[in-house]
C-alpha cells in the first residue's frame, strides 16, 4: 500500500534511509529534516511494515527533485520503487512542474521511466541551495538526470 507519510513514521523513514546512507548509496538523513519535510514523503507499506519510501521536493517554481527513493533489500526488483517513483511524477504533473530531476548512482533505474543525463550545471538552484552543504561537495559523484514533464 502507498500513502503519504505520517508523523509515526518518522524513526522508520530515517532508519531505511540512513541504512543506505551508512553504505555509502545516499546522503544521510536527520530527524529536523525529515520532519520539516514529511509531507514530501510517499511511503511503501507491505503487511504494516515501511519498506519504502520516495520524496518529491519542490526545488523551484518549475522544478521538483526525487529525494530518498529507498526500498528494503528483500523487497527490491519487486517493482516498489517504480510504483513510488510513478506516484511522485503523478504529483509533480497535479503541481504543474515542468521538470524533475534526481541526483542518482543509479542512474539506469530513472532512465527507464524517461530521465536522461544531464550536467550538474544545469542544476544551478540545486548547487546554490543546498549542495553547498553538502558533505560530499565539490566532489560530488552522484549523476544529475532529468525528466521533462
Given at each position: 500500500?502507498i500513502r503519504?507519510?505520517?508523523?509515526?513514521?518518522?524513526?522508520k523513514?530515517?532508519k531505511?534511509?540512513n541504512?543506505?546512507?551508512?553504505e555509502?548509496?545516499?546522503?544521510?538523513?536527520?530527524?529536523?529534516?525529515?520532519y520539516?519535510n514529511l509531507?514530501?514523503f510517499?511511503?511503501?507499506?507491505?503487511k504494516?511494515?515501511?519498506?519504502?519510501?520516495c520524496?518529491?521536493?519542490i526545488?523551484?517554481?518549475?522544478?521538483?527533485e526525487?529525494?530518498?527513493?529507498?526500498?528494503?533489500e528483500?523487497e527490491?526488483?519487486c517493482?516498489?520503487?517504480?510504483?513510488?517513483?510513478?506516484?511522485?511524477?503523478d504529483?509533480?504533473?497535479?503541481?504543474?512542474?515542468?521538470k524533475?530531476?534526481?541526483?542518482?548512482?543509479?542512474?539506469a533505474?530513472?532512465?527507464k521511466h524517461?530521465?536522461?543525463r544531464?550536467?550538474?550545471?544545469?542544476?544551478?538552484?540545486?548547487?546554490?541551495?543546498?549542495?553547498?552543504?553538502c558533505?560530499k561537495f565539490?566532489?560530488?559523484d552522484?549523476i544529475?538526470?532529468?525528466?521533462?514533464?
Amino acid at each position: 500500500m502507498i500513502r503519504k507519510a505520517k508523523m509515526e513514521d518518522v524513526p522508520k523513514l530515517q532508519k531505511l534511509i540512513n541504512s543506505f546512507a551508512n553504505e555509502g548509496k545516499m546522503l544521510p538523513i536527520a530527524l529536523t529534516q525529515l520532519y520539516e519535510n514529511l509531507r514530501d514523503f510517499w511511503v511503501y507499506e507491505k503487511k504494516d511494515k515501511t519498506v519504502a519510501c520516495c520524496r518529491l521536493h519542490i526545488t523551484w517554481k518549475d522544478l521538483g527533485e526525487i529525494r530518498s527513493l529507498a526500498v528494503v533489500e528483500e523487497e527490491q526488483r519487486c517493482g516498489i520503487g517504480n510504483l513510488l517513483l510513478e506516484k511522485a511524477l503523478d504529483e509533480a504533473r497535479n503541481l504543474n512542474l515542468k521538470k524533475v530531476f534526481a541526483l542518482t548512482y543509479v542512474p539506469a533505474f530513472f532512465e527507464k521511466h524517461g530521465f536522461f543525463r544531464v550536467p550538474k550545471s544545469k542544476l544551478p538552484r540545486k548547487i546554490w541551495s543546498e549542495c553547498l552543504n553538502c558533505p560530499k561537495f565539490p566532489k560530488c559523484d552522484e549523476i544529475a538526470v532529468m525528466k521533462e514533464m
